[in-house]
């Protein structure tokens, strides 16, 4: 008996939780049309998707699908460069790897289904976080002689 209720403390154990965004499992996420998506993200993004999709984003979705599916099963798929940092995560990119471009290199980027409604540009950081604590040249008074040879 105490060996069948182990093991189904194992098996509780290893159980996910499934992921819901605003109460809607991914699996339906995927297959809602852009009406019903604008529904359930913030009121910027609808207001995005209501005056429509532009080519460059939709150029940007055409990538992501054809990597997708040239990718083999169980691979991740081939990473696609882009400038659009203000590209909104819709459903349909979960999985992908996208290139985010921040001003000076391409950061590659896995999009999971938590970063829904975001922006991609959230996720690659424009700027070098400051190091406090580390005195440069001239920082201190003894720091400013540099001997001459």
């Known amino acids: 008996m105490n060996a069948d209720e182990a093991a189904a403390e194992r098996r509780k154990a290893r159980t996910f939780k499934k992921f819901t965004y605003r109460g809607v499992e991914l699996s339906q996420l995927l297959d809602l049309d852009t009406t019903q998506l604008m529904d359930l993200v913030t009121a910027r993004a609808r207001r995005r998707f209501q005056r429509g999709l532009k080519r460059k984003p939709m150029a940007l979705i055409k990538k992501l699908r054809k990597a997708k599916k040239e990718a083999p ?51 690659s950081i ?3 976080p400051v190091r406090h604590g580390r005195p440069g040249i001239g920082a201190t008074k003894s720091s400013t002689f540099v001997a001459i040879k």
């Open 73 to 123: 099963a169980g691979e991740k798929p081939a990473v696609v460069k882009t400038h659009l940092r203000d590209m909104i995560i819709v459903p349909e990119m979960i999985g992908s790897m996208v290139g985010v471009y921040n001003g000076k290199m391409f950061n590659s980027i896995e999009i999971k289904p938590e970063m829904l409604g975001f922006y991609l540009g959230e996720f």
């Open 126 to 128: 424009t700027y070098k």
